[in-house]
């Protein structure tokens, strides 16, 4: 695999080839449909897919390591945004913990808290061979049931299970060992089970990713690059006082982080709620990421939850999700949710930068003239001079401006 250059200029089939080139062994075609069987067993009442366009931020590099990273997305700027981050940011250092799903069977009618805290205790071992022979597939791959703890709240008692689920989502093997373990749980506290299912927040399993950027990269000169990297880190403090801003700030880290999740199959619904919980874990809702200024670089650093799975469920039925995991080198769970906490991170950077220098409004604007020539039907040889002229007008762009440039460029020819 090697760096790609101006994918952007090239034609969809023409990318298709670079990135064929890129990966001669991952299957790469136009339109890679799931299949109405397989879309009929995912979901009920299937009827049609419903397409979104996949496209690929070149050039990550990760961990001194070079991906290029699949994104779905139906908004324009987030692939150029993410790309255009990637080449400033440099190299991403990332970390993580394993993961742990934590799951919740929470009880009503337990007349003694106390007494049903010391009872779950002491028969903490017991109760953990118990889960454990109610997952026995996972606990072969090594995983499975880690350990139980309760907490009570005001009149609901509720025992927590800690479940390692190896590289898959885990949530049908959670909630089968919940549902199996709530009888012998509501006999020892004598209590009623309300529910048994599994917590989408997970503040223990974090994953880091770290930039530093030499701010004399920033801009064209001194003066221009330390104004903006101050700037950024005035942008990033001030996400952290704002719940207005810092939702905004965390939308667009998301932007990254839910195309990549999209892209490989995994459940963006349950990261997501994890990672705006974990948002507000100091008691406001804050920023995901801190940059700050240290000597003469400009640190970025982004810390969260990213519950994501490799292996099972839609991955194991869906082909582009294959094929996204196979471009980026088939990791595992852990490997792959680095790889997303780096998106976010230059995806973050991306947005700060425009937003506290030029603004987003140029960025999104050449994006929605490529869009309008393409609606208003220019070609391949026309498309680079309508998009140029719909950039250089004056007054709001719309596809009724870009069809009348185009009628009068083809009668000027
Ligand atoms: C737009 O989708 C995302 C941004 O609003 C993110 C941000 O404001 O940081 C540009």
Not at 183 to 202: C, D, F, K, P, T
Not at 275 to 287: I, L, N
């Amino acid at each position: 695999m090697t760096e790609i250059k101006g994918l952007y200029r090239l034609s969809p089939e023409q990318r298709r080839a670079v990135l064929k080139g890129n990966f001669p062994d991952v299957f790469i075609e136009s339109d890679t449909q799931l299949t109405e069987t397989t879309a009929d067993a995912m979901i009920e009442n299937y009827f049609q897919n419903y397409s979104l366009p996949m496209g690929i931020a070149p050039n990550f590099q990760i961990n001194g390591q070079l991906y290029h990273i699949p994104m779905v997305i139906e908004e324009p700027s987030v692939v150029a945004a993410a790309s255009n981050g990637a080449k400033r940011v440099g190299n991403i250092i990332t970390t993580s913990q394993p993961r742990e799903l934590i799951g919740q069977i929470i009880l009503k009618e337990v007349i003694d808290p106390e007494q049903a805290t010391a009872v779950i205790e002491k028969k903490e071992h017991y109760l953990l061979d118990l889960a454990k022979s109610f997952s026995i597939n996972m606990v072969k791959r090594g995983g499975g049931p880690t350990r139980i703890w309760t907490k009570t709240f005001e009149s609901y008692f509720t025992v927590y299970l800690g479940f390692n689920p190896c590289d898959a989502m885990g949530a049908n093997a959670i909630n089968h060992v919940l549902e199996a373990l709530s009888e012998e749980i509501e006999q020892l506290v004598n209590g009623v089970a309300l529910m048994r299912i599994l917590s989408n927040y997970q503040p223990e399993s974090l994953v880091t990713a770290k930039v530093k950027i030499p701010i004399l990269s920033l801009a064209n000169n001194q003066a221009d690059s330390q104004l903006l990297a101050q700037n950024i880190v005035a942008a990033s403090e001030y996400a952290h006082l704002d719940v207005y801003r810092a939702t905004t700030h965390n939308k667009g880290i998301m932007n990254g982080i839910d195309a990549v999740l999209m892209a490989t199959g995994n459940d963006w619904r349950a990261v997501s709620a994890g990672v705006h919980a974990y948002a507000s874990h100091t008691g406001d809702y804050q920023s995901l990421t801190d940059w700050k200024i240290e000597e003469d670089y400009l640190v970025g650093k982004i810390k969260l939850p990213l519950a994501v799975a490799t292996v099972g469920g839609t991955l194991s039925v869906h082909p582009q999700a294959k094929q996204s995991l196979a471009l980026l080198g088939n990791p595992d769970a852990q490997q792959l949710s680095e790889i997303i906490a780096a998106v976010g991170l230059a995806q973050n950077f991306a947005a700060l930068r425009a937003l506290v220098s030029e603004g987003i409004q140029k960025g999104h604007m050449s994006l929605h003239a490529r869009q309008l020539a393409i609606q208003a039907g220019a070609n391949e040889a026309e498309a680079p001079r309508l998009i140029e002229l719909l950039k250089r007008q004056e007054k709001t762009i719309s596809i009724s401006v870009a069809t009348e440039l185009l009628a009068k460029m083809r009668q000027n020819r």
